[in-house]
């Protein structure tokens, strides 16, 4: 899968996991913020998507984790830690 197939599944995840449906995947800039300025995500849109990433994409991720905020600071943040992150079994 190339990075931009993998950037436009996780629009598609970010809009159909918490229901945006009056935004399309190429309306969301890949290097935009997902929370407050940007998309205007909350807490609990990122622990929607969290759970979303997790069932789509086998990724790891932990709450103790420090990075999460970082990892999920734009599309091009959660891309590049799909691509790279640690798999679940």
Do not use: C, W
Request: proline share 2%; charged share 30%.
């Amino acid at each position: 899968m190339t990075m931009d197939d993998l950037k436009l599944q996780i629009k598609e995840l970010i809009i159909g996991s918490l229901e945006l449906e009056d935004i399309k995947p190429e309306n969301i800039d890949d290097s935009a913020p997902l929370f407050r300025e940007g998309l205007g995500l909350d807490s609990i849109d990122a622990l929607e998507l969290g759970v979303a990433i997790k069932k789509k994409f086998g990724v790891r991720l932990s709450a103790e984790n420090a990075d999460n905020k970082k990892h999920f600071a734009s599309v091009n943040a959660l891309a590049s830690f799909i691509q790279n992150g640690e798999k679940t079994l």
